[in-house]
Nanobody, 126 residues
Framework: VQLQASGGGLVQAGGSLRLSCAAS????????MGWFRQAPGKEREFVAA????????YYSDSVKGRFTISRDNAKNTVYLQMNSLKPEDTAVYYC????????????????????WGQGTLVTVSS
């Protein structure tokens, strides 16, 4: 199993970034996918998730209305479009695959995800 996140970088407040996570080594279409982030000195937190079918999406309150998660099952890739970025969005962003095949509900906890990418750093300057 491999999850390769990319797209991070330095952006000014109010700007946008699009993160991508390319998956391989497992049947991507069977798994809910999520994005988490971890700021320095803080615990890893849920950002967004999309169901294995792509029909349901979920967001943390802190990013709702600004971030959009999507998936392209033909490309085995999940995306996180981040708009109106704020300095408090600065963190390492991780994509993750659910630990359970076709879980009927999307999980929000770190422990519900069994596979993790290496992370990509997003820095938002004020």
């Amino acid at each position: 199993v491999q999850l390769q996140a990319s797209g991070g970088g330095l952006v000014q407040a109010g700007g946008s970034l699009r993160l991508s996570c390319a998956a391989s080594g497992f049947t991507f279409t069977w798994y809910n996918m999520g994005w988490f982030r971890q700021a320095p000195g803080k615990e890893r937190e849920f950002v967004a998730a999309v169901s294995w079918s792509g029909g349901m999406t979920y967001y943390s309150d802190s990013v709702k209305g600004r971030f959009t998660i999507s998936r392209d099952n033909a490309k085995n890739t999940v995306y996180l479009q981040m708009n109106s970025l704020k300095p408090e969005d600065t963190a390492v962003y991780y994509c993750a695959a659910d630990g359970v095949v076709r879980r009927p509900r999307v999980g929000f906890g770190v422990r519900e995800y069994g596979y993790w990418g290496q992370g990509t750093l997003v820095t938002v300057s004020s």
